[in-house]
């Protein structure tokens, strides 16, 4: 039999990472935790060893024996799970087949057509012609065009009218990976967002507190698209009845589908749903946890996830509940300058103070000579904890009051009027 790993390797460097190290730091069942190749955040709980490419990642994860969770997207459509696995790591995380519901969009819409899943109605457009067709036919604006291949969440518009739908092709023309797996051009969908996310052995699943995501860069609504600005859990508002169209209509089709064609998936399984007045509708499916929902969600988690994601890692049974707290955690994005277009990196962080009851986790900073500097789009992610909204929230943004970054951009409003 195959020994239990007491060591877990984390793969990633943003705030998600962070979260997932500080989470299986506390495991009792954890000796040692590493990530690669992680930040300085991390290193307070967690050993740091520098990116040196996936047979790297499966070199030292079969030396040490350890699990290894897999946070952000590009490596698993890159296969990293299949070649840990192959080499008999324990590996959170889809193999190639299995993330191609979220590294291509145009198969993960074939597949919801296939089972029924509700989901926006659209077409695939590979050509300007077919574009020209698109707009010509299209009945109601706005509509949304989505590139199909991975794009870091910058790859989805809100288009209002052919003008503009005609303007965003020549811009998506002028960079040719934007194209490579053609567009989707999608009905726009009315009503609320909401991120579900399940851990999931590719036979069963179970829910993690769904949160709520706030993808635009502010309040204005036709502000660009992020990778995300705040995040909150558990969603008030989601109420029963709904979590039971949410898994008759999406999880068990999904889930019985992926168990029918024998993909490979041990991890998590992402979401993204639109609430309309008739029921759920898909967005996206992701085949990792969200960021920043895993900031919020796996603070409110009251027992040790190890266990089970080596469970689940080894293809054995999903737990049949995992244990909340109650309560409520409010996540804020602190994002450089520029960010989503060009941020601007390379500026002094200051954390003035560390607020009781907030978390803080590092995602776009390095450590220089002097100290902390910004290195990416979203540089830090502060987390409130509370027993209701309203005392997560104050302390996620006291927490971000005290972190000095010229030019920082904030949202003001994420979880308000909850
Ligand atoms: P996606 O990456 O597909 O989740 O899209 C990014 C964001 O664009 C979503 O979180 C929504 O806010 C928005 N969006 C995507 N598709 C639609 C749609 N069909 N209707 C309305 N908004 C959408
Ligand atoms: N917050 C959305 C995502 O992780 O894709």
Redo the contacts with the bound molecule.
């Keep these: 039999m195959r020994k239990r790993p007491k060591k877990v390797l984390v793969v990633g460097a943003g705030a998600r990472e962070h979260a997932l190290v500080w989470h299986l730091a506390q495991s009792p069942e954890v000796e040692e935790v590493w990530a690669c190749p992680g930040n300085p955040g991390m290193a307070e709980m967690a050993r740091i060893v520098g990116d040196g490419g996936p047979s790297a990642v499966v070199d030292l994860a079969r030396r040490e024996e350890a699990l290894v969770v897999i946070g952000p997207e590009n490596p698993l459509a890159e296969g990293l799970a299949d070649a840990l696995r192959a080499a008999g790591v324990l590996t959170v995380g889809p193999g190639r087949a299995g993330a191609k519901l979220e590294a291509s969009k145009r198969f993960a819409k074939a597949v919801m057509q296939e089972l029924g899943i509700p989901t926006a109605a659209s077409t695939a457009v590979t050509s300007p012609e077919d574009w020209e067709r698109a707009i010509a036919e299209t009945p109601h604006w706005p509509m949304v065009a989505k590139q199909s291949g991975l794009a870091q ?1 910058k790859g989805v518009r809100i288009v209002w009218d052919p003008d503009q739908a005609r303007a965003l092709l020549a811009e998506w023309r002028r960079t040719p990976e934007a194209l490579g797996e053609g567009i989707l051009w999608e009905e726009y969908l009315p009503g609320r967002e909401v ?1 579900v996310q399940v851990l999931t052995n590719g036979r069963e699943y179970t829910w993690l507190p769904a949160a709520v ?1 706030h ?1 635009r860069l502010t309040s204005d609504p036709a502000s660009p698209n992020t ?2 600005m705040g ?1 909150y859990a558990p969603v008030p508002w989601l109420d029963e009845a709904m979590k039971a169209a949410i898994d008759a209509e999406i999880l068990q089709p999904l889930i019985q589908y992926i168990a029918q064609r024998q993909i490979d998936y041990r991890g998590v399984l ?1 979401a ?1 749903l639109m609430i309309t007045d008739t029921g759920p509708r898909v967005l996206e499916f ?1 085949v990792r946890f ?4 895993a900031e919020v969600v796996l603070p409110l988690i009251a027992e040790d996830l190890f266990p089970w994601l080596v469970a689940i890692a080894a293809g054995e049974a999903c737990p049949s509940a995992i244990r909340i707290r109650p309560g409520a955690a409010v996540a804020v994005v602190v994002a450089s300058e520029g960010y989503p277009a060009s941020p601007q990196v390379g500026r002094p962080v200051a954390i003035r103070e560390r607020v009781p009851d907030a978390l803080l986790f590092h995602a776009g900073t390095s450590l220089g000579p002097k100290g902390l500097i910004s290195r990416g789009g979203r540089v830090l992610t502060a987390v409130g904890l509370g027993q209701d909204f309203a005392s997560a929230r104050e302390r996620a943004y006291r927490q971000v009051a005290a972190i000095g970054l010229e030019g920082a951009q904030v949202r003001s409003d994420i979880a308000s009027g909850l």
């Design positions: 969440g991120s995501d993808k990778g995300g995040a992402y993204g992701n969200g960021d920043p929902e």
